[in-house]
């Protein structure tokens, strides 16, 4: 996902569900941690303003999963 302010992130699941997210910097520091709730409908919001251009990983814990988005802040 390519991003200059915000960053929107689906789930898989129709059902509104928890979701753990952390967003990791290239060099693996967490520079963002949040529990928000989420589907495929009502997608995650990350505000990545504040964050300097580079890259990213956002992990997800959903229902027993682990997912990994990548994401480019420009």
Do not use: C, W
């Amino acid at each position: 996902r390519l991003a200059s302010t915000d960053v929107y992130i689906g789930l898989e699941t129709t059902n509104s569900v928890s979701v753990k997210v952390q967003l990791y910097s290239a060099m693996g520091a967490r520079v963002l941690e949040m529990e928000t709730k989420a589907s495929a409908f009502d997608p995650i919001h990350l505000d990545v303003s504040t964050l300097a251009p580079g890259r990213y990983t956002a992990v997800l814990e959903y229902n027993g999963v682990t997912r990994r988005v990548r994401v480019i802040k420009y």
